[in-house]
């Protein structure tokens, strides 16, 4: 039988080492769920976003989900690429180009977000409903604090 390392329970206990494994955890169930449906997360949360709030200006979808400028090019590219959105000229500023969900990106996005969300119930599965959203509450707390 081998031998069990020691566990190092000072750093393992800190919140900050446990909401990184939680999310090392949950990012890693996500993605490979997303990726049954040929999606990656960074294309995903994109893809949501643009649904969410399009047609979009390419700067400010950019800003709402912090992503680089250049990143951002390079996941709109590949959307459109794919047919799940389309860019054209923002008819209120032609310097911008609006950003729009096509009917295959909102197809391929119900399918995601059904993935998505089992992903996450698989996360959470340790937990009864009301202690889910409880955490739910704080985790937003913690990661938006001055909303708090």
Known sequence: MADTPPTPSRITALPSWLLGRAAARGRALVAAALAEHGMKMWHHAVLSAVAELGPVAQAELGRSLAIDPKDMVGILNDLQAEGLVTRAPDPTDRR??????????????????????????????????????????????IAHPAAA
Do not use: Y
């Not at 119900?110 to 409880?134: I, K, Y």
């Open 96 to 141: 911008k180009n609006a950003i729009t969900v096509t009917r295959d990106g909102v197809s391929r996005l119900r399918l995601c977000e059904l993935a998505a969300d089992r992903a996450n119930d698989a996360l959470l599965a340790g937990l009864e409903p009301a202690e889910r959203d409880r955490f739910v509450a704080l985790l937003k707390r």
